[in-house]
Every structure is written in structure tokens, then in C-alpha cells.
């Protein structure tokens, strides 16, 4: 049993950075890789950033690369997704995702998510 809680999203200019958390619980050994997804108004859920908990190995997207990064906790209990340089198309639900195995970019390999945080960038 897993469990993913996301916090840290919120209002900010274009330009400006944002910090996301997710906190994981419950037998967080069994998870292999954790992940960001977005998900904006009328828009499929997009894959941000992936990082894997065995070798630090770590996925982007190019709209985020350069821009976001991916990072683990020691306590294989916390991940967190730097955003800098933030536009108006990064305005979107994110997600905090875990899954079983390697390092994906799809959602659709993704076993365990979070409820999701808004952020939302003004220009």
C-alpha cells in the first residue's frame, strides 16, 4: 500500500519559480521509479519528469528540460520538482506518480497517484 500527497502548487507570475513536494507513505520500497504528470483544462495528462530511486537516472520532456528538475529524498519518502522560468503554458494540475519497474513517460505505467496540486502561472 502506497500513498502520494502533493503539495507546494499555487499563483505565480510568468518568470518565477514554484517547488513541488510529493510525500510518499505506506511500502514505498516497492516502488521503483517516481514521476510528474500535468494535466491542464481540455488537455490529455502530460508526462514533466521521471526520476528513478536506484540509480538517480532522470526523464524530461523537452517543453520542461532545462527548465524543471526532478529530485529524491533520502528517506526514499519525498520527491520534488523544481519549476523555473515558469509561462502561462505551464498552468496545470500536477501529479505526483509511482510505479513498479524502470523509468516510464507514459501514465499509463504509473500504479500509484496523488490527489494533485494546482499551479497556476499569470502573465
Known amino acids: 500500500q502506497v500513498q502520494l500527497v502533493e503539495s507546494g502548487g499555487g499563483l505565480v507570475q510568468a518568470g518565477g519559480s514554484l517547488r513541488l513536494s510529493c510525500a510518499a507513505s505506506?511500502?514505498?520500497?516497492?516502488?521503483?521509479?517516481m514521476g510528474w504528470f500535468r494535466q491542464a483544462p481540455g488537455k490529455e495528462r502530460e508526462f514533466v519528469a521521471a526520476?528513478?530511486?536506484?540509480?538517480?537516472?532522470?526523464s524530461y520532456p523537452d517543453s520542461v528540460k532545462g527548465r524543471f528538475t526532478i529530485s529524491r529524498g533520502n528517506a526514499k519518502n519525498t520527491v520534488y520538482l523544481q519549476m523555473n522560468s515558469l509561462t502561462p503554458e505551464d498552468t496545470a494540475v500536477y501529479y505526483c506518480a509511482a510505479r513498479r519497474g524502470a523509468v516510464q513517460i507514459t501514465w499509463l505505467s504509473y500504479d500509484v497517484w496523488g490527489q494533485g496540486t494546482q499551479v497556476t502561472v499569470s502573465s
Open positions: 526520476v528513478s530511486w536506484s540509480d538517480g537516472s532522470t
Open positions: 505506506g511500502r514505498t520500497f516497492s516502488m521503483d521509479t
